[in-house]
């Protein structure tokens, strides 16, 4: 009455193997805390690894100030970080509060719900770092933000998105179609100011890090050599654990770091000299 004993598992290569050569497998665009949560490794230079943010208008206008110093648009009666917005602004912040793209439950959709929560103070979670460096949803807001009048969001002839165009292209959206290189130069700061907060708020450095994760793997080595695999497999165990928080940690760091370079490198061209046109 017993359950069938398992049979054989055969699994097929669609091309020669070397004997040795180790079977490996894909995972999938995942990142890093999936692949710890559910797989218990970190991968390193994760293309698809990225930390989630959770946002409101102040923390962006915050993030704006720590690259530049960066004033508001200069409208007379206009203050960015304010209680007051320009009715474009408005508009354009609601559109894309309302995306279910980057929204968690328990915090951006948590807002919609309360009464009289005024719309600069709605929150959004959004993502930095990963292949797109920034979602766009993150990028809508930046340029919201850094938009002095709605002529800057204006969509170029032809765009598909009509007057979303700006909202939705991300950083995607090619330099020499932007109606205002000036607020798309000060999207770029306040995206770089974002990694420099999240950053920061990581207890330790890059560098720091990357001593610990080091430091750690040679106590393992170490633990393993003198007490043999199977002596130190217990004892091991909890190395293995902290190295692989070390290493999650730094990897977070770095794809942020990488986000910002990404960040820097748009701003530097949004504020280089247009070449001088040729003569008549």
């Known amino acids: 009455g017993g359950a069938a004993a398992p049979g054989p598992l055969l699994v097929r290569a669609n091309r020669d193997m070397r004997p040795g050569e180790p079977l490996e497998i894909c995972y999938g665009p995942l990142d890093n805390d999936l692949l710890l949560l559910d797989y218990g490794f970190v991968m390193e230079d994760n293309p698809h690894d990225h930390v989630e943010l959770e946002v409101t208008w102040d923390m962006l ?3 704006r100030e720590l690259v530049g110093g960066l004033s ?3 409208s007379a009666d206009v203050q960015l970080g304010s209680s007051r917005l320009q009715p474009f602004q408005e508009a354009a ?7 279910d793209d980057n929204n968690s439950a328990t915090a951006s959709g948590s807002d919609k719900t309360k009464p009289g929560v005024a719309i600069k103070d709605r929150r959004k979670v959004v993502k930095l770092g990963g292949s797109l460096r920034a979602d766009k949803s993150l990028v809508a807001l930046c340029r919201v933000m850094n938009a002095g009048r709605s002529e800057d969001l204006v969509a170029p002839a032809g ?7 700006l909202l939705r292209g991300g950083l995607d959206v090619a330099l020499d179609v932007l109606p ?6 000060n999207t770029a700061r306040t995206l770089l100011g974002l990694c420099v907060y999240a ?6 450095g890059m560098a720091e890090d990357q001593k610990l994760v080091a430091a750690e793997r ?3 080595e170490a633990m393993l050599k003198s007490q043999g695999d199977a002596a130190a497999s217990g004892a091991s165990a909890g190395l293995v654990g902290k190295e692989l928080s070390l290493r999650y940690r730094l990897e977070k760091k770095k794809c942020v770091s990488a986000a910002a370079r990404s ?8 504020l280089a000299p247009a070449p001088a046109s040729g003569p008549a």
């Open 61 to 63: 206008d915050a993030a």
């Open 72 to 74: 508001a648009p200069t």
């Open 93 to 99: 912040l609601q559109r894309i509060l309302d995306w």
């Open 159 to 165: 765009a598909k998105e009509g007057q979303d165009f």
């Open 180 to 185: 205002s290189l000036p607020c798309e130069a």
């Open 199 to 204: 950053l920061g708020q990581f207890p330790t």
């Open 218 to 220: 040679a106590r393992l």
């Open 263 to 270: 960040f820097k490198e748009r701003l530097q061209r949004c």
